[in-house]
């Protein structure tokens, strides 16, 4: 079975400039997360997906972060300006499908490490 | 909210030894707890999980074990190898509608041969 499958696997831009990450999930996954990975941190949530809507994305910077996922299937994150404090791994992660025990586990990508000059 | 406290690192330990790494947390209701394990340059991999009370999580050696009275989820392994040296995250997923994981901060294992 086929992983988590992101890219970029790294992105150098600069501040003010703009950066999109792709994310395909496993397939059949229902849910799909995408976290912020700052060095030296644990991951944290951006957003949740159940299908192509949108369960959970309270830790989202509106006002310069976006993300959709239009067929329920594949999902982008866009960062836009970007700032220094944005230089992370961006992580997305997929499972099965919500309120059924056991079948939550999330299984995640290897990320895209952004930097930001 | 949720939280989890793992102990600070990094861990510094000779192959063979005996490892603990410490997690604790803070959650409402009944909420399954994870260890996810980070290889250098990879991306986080599921090492084990417990989803009640008293439940053992174990896999490649490594077992935890889901202690409700003392809000705990410690990891352990009977004998490290150099090939175990990564960053361990301990987890939560509270219950409801959203599974959303709370990771600590992680710990830095290195095993020195």
């Known amino acids: 079975e086929a992983g988590v499958a992101q890219s970029p696997r790294y992105k150098i831009i600069e501040k003010r400039q703009s950066v999109a990450f792709w994310c395909n999930p496993i397939?059949?996954?229902?849910?799909l997360y995408w976290y912020q990975q700052i060095l030296g941190q644990g991951p944290k949530l951006l957003i949740q997906?159940?299908?192509?809507?949108?369960?959970?994305d309270s830790q989202l910077p509106k006002d310069r972060f976006s993300a959709e996922r239009l067929k329920g299937v594949d999902s982008t994150l866009k960062i836009q300006p970007a700032k220094l404090e944005d230089s992370a791994v961006y992580l997305c992660?997929?499972?099965?499908?919500?309120?059924?025990?056991?079948?939550?586990?999330?299984?995640f990508g290897p990320g895209t490490r952004l930097l930001v000059l | 909210g949720n939280s989890v406290t793992q102990m600070e690192g990094p861990v510094t330990l000779s192959e063979e030894a005996f490892l603990t790494i410490n997690c604790t947390y803070t959650?409402?209701?009944?909420?399954?707890l994870f260890w996810y394990v980070q290889y250098p340059g990879e991306g986080l991999q599921l090492l084990l999980k417990?989803?009640?009370?008293?439940d053992k999580g174990s896999n490649k050696g490594f077992e935890a074990t889901y202690r409700k009275e003392t809000t705990s989820f410690h990891l352990e392994k009977g004998s490290v190898q150099v090939s175990d040296s990564a960053v361990y995250f301990c987890a939560l997923s509270g219950g409801g509608s959203n599974y959303k994981l709370t990771f600590g901060k992680g710990t830095l294992l290195t095993v020195n041969p």
């Open positions: 992660a997929s499972s099965l499908r919500l309120g059924t025990s056991g079948q939550e586990t999330q299984y």
């Open positions: 417990a989803t009640k009370a008293d």
């Open positions: 997906f159940q299908n192509n809507g949108v369960v959970d």
């Open positions: 397939s059949g996954h229902a849910t």
């Open positions: 959650a409402t209701g009944y909420p399954s």
